[in-house]
C-alpha cells in the first residue's frame, strides 16, 4: 500500500489546515488508518486515527476539540482537519495505515501500523 500525504504548510496560530492521505490501495475502505507527527530529536507521537468499514475515530489529547479525522472512501483518501492550530502543533505529519481487523477498532500505537506516507510539513508561526 502507498500513502500520498500532502497538505502541509506555513500559517498563523489561531488558522486551519487540512491534511490528506491517499492510497493506493483499492480496499482501503476497510483499512484503519492513523495521524501521527514528529518533531526532530522526538519520538513520533499519536494524534488521530479512524478505524476501518466503521469509521470510529480517536485523538491524543492534545487534538481533541481542535482535529477532525475523517474519510472519503470512494476517494481512498482520509482527512485531518486542523483547527485553532498552535505553535506547538509544529511537526511533519505523517499518515499510516494496516487492514483493519476488526471495523470498529481504532489503532494508536505506531508499531500497530505498516505503511507510512512520507510526511508533510506543518509549520504554525506565532
Known amino acids: 500500500v502507498q500513502l500520498q500525504a500532502c497538505g502541509g504548510g506555513l500559517v498563523q496560530a489561531g488558522a486551519s489546515l487540512r491534511l490528506s492521505c491517499e492510497a493506493s490501495?483499492?480496499?482501503?475502505?476497510?483499512?484503519?488508518v492513523g495521524w501521527f507527527r514528529q518533531v526532530p530529536g522526538n519520538e513520533r507521537e499519536f494524534v488521530a486515527a479512524?478505524?476501518?468499514?466503521?469509521?470510529?475515530?480517536w485523538y491524543a489529547d492534545s487534538a481533541k476539540g481542535r482535529f477532525s479525522i475523517s474519510r472519503d472512501n470512494a476517494r481512498n483518501t482520509v482527512y485531518l482537519q486542523m483547527d485553532s492550530l498552535k505553535l506547538e502543533d509544529t511537526a511533519v505529519y505523517y499518515c499510516?495505515?494496516?487492514?483493519?481487523?476488526?471495523?470498529?477498532?481504532?489503532?494508536?500505537?505506531?508499531?500497530?501500523?505498516?505503511?507510512w506516507g512520507q510526511g508533510t510539513e506543518v509549520t504554525v508561526s506565532s
Open positions: 499510516a495505515t494496516r487492514p483493519g481487523e476488526r471495523g470498529s477498532y481504532v489503532y494508536t500505537g505506531r508499531y500497530d501500523y505498516e505503511y
Open positions: 479512524i478505524s476501518g468499514s466503521e469509521s470510529k475515530t
Open positions: 490501495e483499492r480496499t482501503f475502505s476497510t483499512y484503519a
